[in-house]
């Protein structure tokens, strides 16, 4: 790829982001109530005190000049004071972000694990009794609720076959000392087997419920895809030549196949992060999303708008590693 | 005004939308889909004749009673009831009203803005489309259930906030639909001819324009009912839409959670409700894609 165009795709960000933090400034800006009143709460104040709170808070500053504050903290990655913790958003988010990232990445793995092969059986045996129900499985799996799924799994898997614990990250037989804060890896740090198996236990449901529906999807864009490579004149001359089906397969076909799948998946991977507020409330996991549910209803608004500013710029950087995938994987296409 | 070819295969001589609806009414899933949503519809129109119970009523000697076919279960509360004792058949009919309503509100409304915002981008560029397509941009950065979370936490929980909260950000799908197709058809000739003979530009987009795009609109517009229904639902289920006692799906499941170990038909029922409506509409607006705008089909 050409150096100079990715380095103008990564400029053409810049507005964007600008955008997307105004948008997440404003919507605090926009909130009905006094943030001072709001701080205080129930304490009795004098009006002095509460007008140092307010210069303080740069509240008597004008709009773009907050604005321009916010964004210089949100940079050094100061967000502000946790109103309901009594301490800097950015530690409180960065406690709860390893849960949340632990949990992503597992639900992209299983969704990537079962799209795959079901999107690739289902354009070899097009029009079979699988690739029906492979679509049919992908049609529901984009109509579902996911905390309608996670329910369902939680009434099957944990309540009637107890497979899998209903909630939480680990049991309280197993301690293990934070190293990376990624459960799956510190347990493994630990060399504690046990508790590995115990976390995967624990992180089975949320998962599934978080891949499905991305699985869905995937599991259609590779079947779409695998079926036009299948019809290209390599694919044909390939089989003229009398090369081996497995060869064909796995040396021409997948490989090409698979491109818009991995520049879908980077995409998908950000409708995770909202999808992750659904989950880990059901589930009761502690990560960032369900911190944001819970802050909205104590009203800790400066976490909520540090939350929405870090979930927009990873989708926005998401979008753009999607962007520079599709290239790299496919050199036809011109960045 | 030109309409565009279709390439389906329809009997000539036809009109292309009565081709068009030709192809549309063979496709039996499409069809059967289809009834199912006109079902849904009616019973959201007609929910306070036939609902058996009033939504709200509450008995607590019903407390979680179980549906028909369970021991303990009657044949008046059909589906039984939740731990307020309230009828969950009526709620759910009841329920039907605001899925529907919000889903079609927020679908009109960004249409709407998409489609003048989409016309005016494509047709006028200059500054007019930098600034809109800025925008689209900026609020495609966002994921949409954030977004509208993030909103609804700022602006409080209600129908009219969900409403708007939705719309902020569905208006720029159908505006980057309209704003392509109005870039490939400002280069038309019977655009071009338009503007030869005088006409205004507002009149080359919506009389012109506009007509030969709508269907592209249309069908976008459907498949995108169906995710506002689940994103209303999300935000009830986590409490940020509408607010109780007001039966709305989302928060009928989520009111059935804390009970998952002893009345599973609390949270099962409105969730099958969701999933039929949006299964249904998804499979129509695919039949409407494969027959109204077959450059997209599969």
């Known amino acids: 790829m050409n150096p100079a165009k990715f380095f103008q795709r990564l400029l053409q960000l810049a507005p964007v982001l600008l955008g997307v933090s105004f948008i997440a400034f404003m919507m605090l800006a926009m909130t009905p109530g006094d943030p001072v009143a709001l701080i205080i709460g129930e304490h009795a104040a004098t009006p002095e005190q509460i007008e140092t709170l307010r210069r303080d808070l740069g509240l008597n500053q004008p709009l773009l000049q907050r604005f321009a504050s916010f964004l210089a903290d949100a940079v050094t990655g100061n967000f502000g004071t946790s109103f309901y913790h009594r301490r800097p958003v950015a530690e409180v988010i960065g406690e709860r972000l390893p849960a949340t990232i632990e949990l992503s990445l597992v639900a992209l793995i299983v969704a990537l694990v079962t799209s795959i092969p079901l999107g690739v059986l289902a354009a070899i045996r097009k029009n079979t009794i699988f690739d029906r129900i492979a679509t049919l499985f992908s049609l529901v799996g984009v109509s579902m609720p996911g905390f309608w799924l996670g329910i369902l799994l939680i009434m099957i898997f944990a309540v009637n076959l107890q497979l899998f614990p209903v909630a939480g990250r680990i049991g309280f037989s197993h301690e293990v000392d934070p190293i990376t804060g990624f459960m799956l890896i510190d347990t493994l740090l630990h060399r504690n087997f046990a508790a590995f198996g115990e976390t995967l236990r624990y992180i089975a449901l949320p998962a599934v419920t978080l891949g499905l529906p991305m699985a869905a999807i995937l599991m259609r864009v590779t079947r779409t895809s695998m079926l036009e490579v299948l019809q290209q004149d390599y694919v044909t001359f390939a089989n003229a030549k009398g090369l081996k089906p497995r060869r064909i397969f796995f040396r021409h076909a997948l490989k090409n196949a698979l491109i818009p799948t991995v520049s879908v998946a980077a995409i998908e991977t950000g409708s995770l992060l909202g999808g992750n507020m659904i989950v880990e409330t059901i589930f009761g996991w502690p990560g960032l999303g369900r911190l944001v549910v819970e802050s909205i209803f104590v009203r800790n608004y400066p976490l909520v708008q540090a939350a929405v500013l870090l979930y927009a710029v990873t989708y926005v950087l998401l979008n753009f590693i999607a962007d520079i995938l599709y290239t790299l994987l496919n050199p036809r296409v011109k960045l | ?298």
């Open chain 2, 1 to 298: 005004m030109t309409v565009i070819a279709s390439s389906t295969a329809g009997a000539p001589g036809l009109p292309i939308w009565r081709q068009n609806l030709r192809v549309f009414c063979a496709n039996k899933s499409a069809l059967f889909a289809s009834a199912v949503v006109v079902l849904f519809v009616a019973m959201a129109i007609i929910a306070p004749i036939i609902a058996p119970h009033d939504p709200n009523d509450t008995d607590l000697f019903r407390r979680l009673q179980p549906p028909v076919w369970k021991e303990g279960g009657d044949w008046a509360y059909i589906l039984g009831c939740d731990a307020l004792g309230r009828d969950i058949l009526s709620r759910l009919i009841y329920g039907s009203r605001i899925s529907i309503f919000i889903g079609a509100a927020v679908v009109l409304f960004a249409t709407v803005i998409g489609i003048l915002a989409g016309l005016a981008a494509g047709y006028l560029r200059g500054w007019v489309d930098v600034v809109i397509s800025r925008i689209v941009d900026i609020l495609l950065g966002f994921p949409y259930l954030i977004f509208a979370i993030g909103l609804m936490a700022m602006m409080g929980p209600g129908l009219v906030n969900i409403v708007l909260a939705l719309v902020y950000k569905e208006w720029v799908i159908p505006c980057r639909v309209v704003r392509g197709e109005t870039l490939a058809a400002r280069e038309q000739e019977y655009v071009e001819a338009a503007r030869a003979v005088g006409a205004s530009s507002g009149h080359i987009m919506l009389r012109e324009i506009l007509p030969n795009i709508l269907s592209a609109v249309t069908v976008i517009s459907t498949v995108r009912m169906a995710n506002v229904i689940i994103m209303e639902a999300s935000l009830s289920f986590l409490g940020l839409g509408v607010q109780p006692p007001t039966a709305s799906w989302g928060e009928m499941v989520a009111g059935g959670r804390e009970f998952i170990m002893e009345a599973w038909w609390v949270s099962t029922f409105p969730g099958l409700a969701i999933l039929a409506l949006v299964l249904a509409i998804n499979v129509a607006s695919q039949g409407l894609r494969d027959a109204f705008d077959p450059r997209f089909a599969e």
